[in-house]
């Protein structure tokens, strides 16, 4: 289902012209990779925030594909599970991978809506597929407070929503590796991630040897936003592919996003959020967006979501003039 204004004269112009034009909205309700209830409810947050009328009025054709159908579950998992919801999770990022690359094999641009942050094995599986068969390397920017490069052994939770990028480079459970055919799907050289506080010391010691770009809070808080996110931009860039970036709203200061299930103080700012996402857009290398955590049970009178609405639309292009 499409969504656009009928009114021309009211739609901003879309600031990238290598940004596609057309931008398909997937919501993956998906909440049996975290803790708590009501994060699967983020995708309906975000487009009673009017997320696609938005969209529509930077200039851009809006496809609604609607929400991913996904599994339910048998069976609540036992205490001390180290995978808790594989198989449903499984099933559920496979199903993603597919719609991704057909998605971006149509020459448009895929924004998934979480849903817990599980689904990036399937979102960014399917753009490392789509890369892999156009003979490109797929880059990467993760906002998030966390690593969430856990794996079976240092999860103290067992909580898939804390592994998903140690997955996407190689690192975890062989359900997770293989979804999509093919491991790993990330090079760490070409990925990068931005906001993180609170680290357990198991993805530490990965993170180490993989090598991957962290900018954590205090770097941010030493050199700006803007010099932090003019080299995130530059690492992922690198990637012949162009880049996917999701962003966890946990990111973000709980003062201005309290709608997430894992807060952690001391986050990114409005501005500083907003900033990053202008900067992303005005390059012009973003393949694929995500934004994911959302928990409406948490949240206040759809404040969250209205803030991951307006960071959309700064990566999609929209500016103050």
Same mark, same amino acid.
């Given at each position: 289902m499409s969504t656009l204004l009928s009114d021309n004269s009211q739609k901003q112009k879309v600031t990238n012209s290598k940004v596609p034009k057309t931008v398909d909205i997937?919501?993956?309700?998906?909440?049996?990779?975290?803790?708590?209830a009501g994060v699967d409810m983020g995708p309906a947050a975000l487009r009673v925030a009017r997320l696609n009328q938005r969209i529509a009025e930077l200039g851009y054709e809006v496809r609604d594909l609607g929400d991913?159908?996904?599994?339910?579950?048998?069976?609540?998992?036992?205490?001390?599970?180290?995978?808790?919801?594989?198989?449903e999770i499984m099933?559920?990022?496979a199903e993603?991978?597919?719609k991704v690359e057909e998605i971006l094999s149509a020459g448009e641009l895929p924004l998934v809506l979480g849903g817990d942050h599980s689904i990036a094995i399937g979102s960014l599986s399917g753009f490392a597929s789509y890369c892999r068969q156009q003979n490109e390397?797929?880059?990467?920017?993760?906002?998030?407070?966390?690593?969430d490069m856990n794996q079976p052994e240092t999860t103290p939770s067992g909580n898939i929503h804390g592994m998903p990028l140690a997955a996407l480079l190689g690192y975890g459970a062989s359900e997770l590796l293989s979804i999509g055919g093919f491991n790993p799907k990330l090079n760490a050289e070409f990925c990068v991630h931005v906001g993180a506080r609170d680290i357990d010391r198991g993805e530490r010691?990965?993170?180490?040897? @993989?090598?991957?770009?962290? *900018?954590t809070m205090r770097e941010i808080d030493e050199r700006g936003m803007?010099?932090? &996110?003019?080299? /995130?931009?530059?690492?992922?860039?690198?990637?012949?592919?162009?880049?996917a970036v999701t962003f966890d709203v946990d990111a973000l200061d709980p003062g201005d996003a309290p709608g997430s299930g894992t807060l952690?103080?001391?986050?990114?700012?409005?501005?500083?959020?907003? @900033?990053?996402?202008?900067? *992303?857009?005005?390059?012009?290398?973003?393949?694929?967006?995500?934004?994911?955590? &959302?928990?409406? /049970?948490?949240?206040?009178?759809?404040?969250?979501a209205e803030l991951g609405v307006e960071l959309i639309l700064s990566a999609l292009g929209k500016t103050i003039l």
């Amino acid at each position: 289902m499409s969504t656009l204004l009928s009114d021309n004269s009211q739609k901003q112009k879309v600031t990238n012209s290598k940004v596609p034009k057309t931008v398909d909205i997937l919501g993956v309700p998906l909440g049996y990779g975290a803790s708590m209830a009501g994060v699967d409810m983020g995708p309906a947050a975000l487009r009673v925030a009017r997320l696609n009328q938005r969209i529509a009025e930077l200039g851009y054709e809006v496809r609604d594909l609607g929400d991913l159908h996904l599994e339910r579950a048998q069976a609540t998992p036992q205490t001390g599970n180290k995978l808790k919801y594989l198989r449903e999770i499984m099933a559920a990022c496979a199903e993603l991978a597919k719609k991704v690359e057909e998605i971006l094999s149509a020459g448009e641009l895929p924004l998934v809506l979480g849903g817990d942050h599980s689904i990036a094995i399937g979102s960014l599986s399917g753009f490392a597929s789509y890369c892999r068969q156009q003979n490109e390397t797929p880059g990467l920017i993760w906002f998030d407070a966390h690593a969430d490069m856990n794996q079976p052994e240092t999860t103290p939770s067992g909580n898939i929503h804390g592994m998903p990028l140690a997955a996407l480079l190689g690192y975890g459970a062989s359900e997770l590796l293989s979804i999509g055919g093919f491991n790993p799907k990330l090079n760490a050289e070409f990925c990068v991630h931005v906001g993180a506080r609170d680290i357990d010391r198991g993805e530490r010691e990965l993170i180490g040897k @993989l090598g991957i770009r962290f *900018i954590t809070m205090r770097e941010i808080d030493e050199r700006g936003m803007s010099a932090c &996110i003019d080299e /995130a931009i530059a690492i992922a860039s690198r990637a012949s592919g162009g880049y996917a970036v999701t962003f966890d709203v946990d990111a973000l200061d709980p003062g201005d996003a309290p709608g997430s299930g894992t807060l952690v103080r001391g986050g990114l700012t409005y501005r500083e959020a907003h @900033l990053a996402m202008e900067k *992303i857009a005005e390059a012009g290398g973003m393949r694929s967006l995500e934004v994911v955590e &959302i928990n409406t /049970a948490l949240d206040v009178n759809n404040k969250t979501a209205e803030l991951g609405v307006e960071l959309i639309l700064s990566a999609l292009g929209k500016t103050i003039l």
